[in-house]
């Protein structure tokens, strides 16, 4: 089964930084043909989402809640993606989900995207 497998989350404290990785599992595919996007859900809330990019590069999106916050970005001859989370606050405990679309644009819609992976874990204390 062709999906995303996340890495770089865990427990931290208020104001730390992370940053999550996220590649192929099994190098299945190459996503320099796809647009990746991050998204993350809470306990008993909705997913959301965080950040994207284009497949071509040089254009991401980030949501206007995450803005000054995170950095989305990727190393095509690593074939990872990344996140970088800064100033992190216990509202930001929740899993974390990479996703990819093929020669997408980057949507906000987690609708768009056909590869998520498992989710890794953040929890901020505070």
């Known amino acids: 089964q062709v999906q995303l497998v996340e890495s770089g989350g865990g427990l931290v404290q208020a104001g730390d930084s992370l940053r999550l990785s996220c590649a192929p599992s099994g190098h299945t595919f190459s996503i320099s043909t796809y647009a990746m996007g991050w998204f993350r859900q809470a306990p008993g809330k909705e997913r959301e989402f965080l950040a994207a990019d284009n497949w071509r590069g040089g254009n991401t999106i980030v949501a206007d809640s995450m803005k000054g916050r995170v950095t989305i970005s990727r190393d095509n001859a690593k074939n990872t993606a990344y996140l970088q989370m800064n100033n992190l606050k216990p509202e930001d405990t929740a899993v974390y989900y990479c996703?990819?679309?093929?020669?997408?644009?980057?949507?906000?819609?987690?609708?768009?995207?056909?590869?998520w992976g498992q989710g890794t874990q953040v929890a901020v204390s505070s």
């Open positions: 996703a990819a679309e093929f020669r997408g644009g980057g949507s906000r819609s987690d609708r768009t995207y056909d590869i």
